[in-house]
């Protein structure tokens, strides 16, 4: 394939983006690199979920508009995922058609890259249907005009509460135990830019709580600690035998794009697994509570 291209741009240089399965340099990197093409290589998830943190979807679209933008030059941009990396090159497809300009609307630009291979695919590779997320980020992209500065600032907030409404019920209708987990860039070491886990629920039986079927219909959950950046949140229910686990919804999100300290999310606007939505009332809701970064934070043990 790589011979056919340069056969028919003979005369155009190359930039191969790639979404890698692991962290080391891939061997299609070093196998395009003999053949004279530049490679950048990105990752193919952020803590599970397919797409990137902020900064380096930045980093992306301002290398591909340089490359694709420079005068005089026969020069081709192209992405190549390997194995369950379509998801994250689909959504970075559409980024940088919005970027540019050379499409409008995230979700027609979205569903429009993603009929490029069967529908099927994408629920083979992912359990949760994640357009939800990724439609929130290229909605960050599609606003970057109107401020002067983009991406912006990670701002540090303190997320103190998870305000659910209309809870499903599991167990035979008895009722749900959710359970959260909070992951991403620890604010007190901002030198790291690797993600992590800042809170989670306890499995313990004593720490999380069942609620009964009459109680879903409001439900608060403390979770008091500091993030910054790129976010992911997930909820499940855990099971009456405190092992076996159940995913609700996941939300990734960046801090810099939560205005009056609150994020209001429909059940429209978060991952949900396939199959599993109609299961969710149409009244579900989920509200991220935020305080801001200077909040006094109790000292507790969260993870």
Known sequence: IVAQ???YFPDASFMVFNFREGDKRSQ???LLSLCDMTVMEYPRQYEGCPLLPLEMIHHFLRSSESWLSLEGQQNVLLMHCERGGWPV??????GLL???????????TLEMVYKQAPRQLLQLLLPLN??????RYLQYISRRHLGSEWPPSETPLYLDCLILRVLPLFDDGKGCRPVVRVYGPDPSNPANRSSKLLFSTSNNQKHVRHYLQAECMLVKIDIRCRVQGDVVLECIHLSEDFVREEVMFRVMFHTAFVRSNILVLSRDE???????????????KSEVVFLDADAVIPDLTTV
């Open 270 to 284: 978060m991952d949900m697994l396939w199959d599993t939505k109609d299961q969710f009332s149409k009244d579900f």
């Open 98 to 108: 919005l970027y540019r300009k050379q499409y409008s609307g995230e979700l027609k």
């Open 130 to 135: 994640p357009q939800p997320s990724q439609l």
């Open 89 to 94: 090159l689909a959504f970075m497809l559409a």
């Open 28 to 30: 299609i990197a070093d």
């Open 5 to 7: 291209l340069q056969d």
